[in-house]
Nanobody, 116 residues
Framework: QVQLVESGGGLVQPGGSLTLSCAAS????????MNWHRQAPGKERELVAA????????NYADSVKGRFTISRDNGNNLMYLQMNSLKPEDTAVYYC?????????WGKGTLVTVSS
């Protein structure tokens, strides 16, 4: 079965950096586009970044463009989100997601807190 496990969250000061990882299993990772989403307290979940199956195409929310970089390692079934110049408004639970056969699969999320 599809499993997605996020890691790498934590507490970071404004202006700092973090790299999140998503370990995937239970499906042929290299065949599927992948997304990072986040949900801040009291807000709806939103799409942060997306990457094509081969990794050649990426898209970002305007709020993170130029600061975040999505990437993937198809040989090791891993996806990453490099986050730089973090702001307090980036505080959220970050989730990886994939869609297979019209169903969305989510990880349990990893908490990122940006605070001084």
């Amino acid at each position: 079965q599809v499993q997605l496990v996020e890691s790498g969250g934590g507490l970071v000061q404004p202006g700092g950096s973090l790299t999140l990882s998503c370990a995937a299993s239970g499906f042929t990772f290299s065949r599927y586009a992948m997304n990072w989403h986040r949900q801040a307290p009291g807000k709806e979940r939103e799409l942060v970044a997306a990457i094509s199956s081969g990794g050649s195409s990426t898209n970002y929310a305007d709020s993170v463009k130029g600061r975040f970089t999505i990437s993937r390692d198809n040989g090791n079934n891993l996806m990453y989100l490099q986050m730089n110049s973090l702001k307090p408004e980036d505080t959220a639970v970050y989730y990886c997601k994939m869609r297979k056969n019209f169903m969305d699969y989510w990880g349990k999320g990893t908490l990122v807190t940006v605070s001084s």
